[in-house]
C-alpha cells in the first residue's frame, strides 16, 4: 500500500479513540479529519435527531408520570363520617321518640305505685340529657376516629340498643305494656353493656363515658321490671 493511503488511515483511525472517549449522554460527537459542509450537514442531522429524542424522552416521563400518580379519591371524608353521622341521627332520634313518649298520660304515670327505691323526678331529669350528651360525645370523638368496620359495627349495636330501648319507651307510656316493656329494657341494657367492649377495644376512655349510660339502662330496667309487678 502507498503512503498516500497509509496517511489516509491514520486519521480515521486517531478517530475511534475519539469516539470511545465521548461524554454518555451527548449527541454530538467530534469528528476526525472530516470537514466542509458535508460534515457540518451531518452534525446537524445528529443535532436534530438528538433534539428530537431529547423531546420524545421528556414527553414520555411526564405520561408515565401521569400513568403512575395515585388517582384523586373523592368521597373518602364523606364515607369516614358516614358512621358518625349515622351514631349521631340515632340519638337525635332517641332523644326526640322518647321524650314525646315519656309526656303522654302523666297522670297515668303519677297514679302508678312506685317502688320504693326510685330516685326523685329530678334525677331524671339530670341522667337522661347527661346520657344523650355522652352519647354524642363518643359518636363524634371515638366512633369518627376508629376504624370504618369498627365504627360500623359500634354504630350497630347502638342501633339495636336504641332499639329496643324506644320500644320500651312507647310500651310502657302508649300501650301501658309494662311486662313487655320491662323485657325490652333489659335487652336494651344488655346491648349497651356490649356496646361499651366494642367501644372500648378500639378506644378506651370512649368505653368509660359510655359506661354511665349503660348502668343507668341497667337500674333502669331494674325500676322497670318492679313497676310490673307492682301494678
Known sequence: MGPDGGDAARPRA????????????????????AGGAGARGRRLARAGRCGRARRDGGLGDRLRGRRTRAPRRRGIAVTAWAPTLAW???????????????????????????????????VFGVMWPLNFLLLLVVGLTAVRTAPTGAA?????????????????????????????AAVSLAGAALL???????????????????????????VATVLSVSYARLN
Open 152 to 180: 360500623w359495627a359500634a354504630t350497630g349495636v347502638l342501633a339495636v340498643s336504641v332499639a329496643l330501648a324506644l320500644g320500651w319507651a312507647w310500651l310502657f307510656y302508649v300501650p301501658h305494656s309494662l311486662g313487655p
Open 14 to 33: 486517531a478517530a475511534a479513540p475519539q469516539r470511545a472517549r465521548r461524554r454518555p449522554g451527548r449527541c454530538r460527537r467530534r469528528d476526525a479529519g
Open 192 to 218: 349497651t353493656w356490649v356496646l361499651v367492649v366494642v367501644v372500648a377495644r378500639f378506644e378506651p376512655w370512649g368505653g368509660v363515658l359510655l359506661a354511665p349510660y349503660a348502668l343507668w339502662l341497667s
Open 88 to 122: 349521631c341521627a340515632l340519638v337525635v332520634v332517641f332523644a326526640a321518640l322518647s321524650n314525646a313518649w315519656n309526656g303522654h298520660e302523666p297522670g297515668w304515670y303519677a297514679s302508678l305505685a312506685r317502688p320504693s327505691f326510685q330516685p326523685p323526678d329530678v
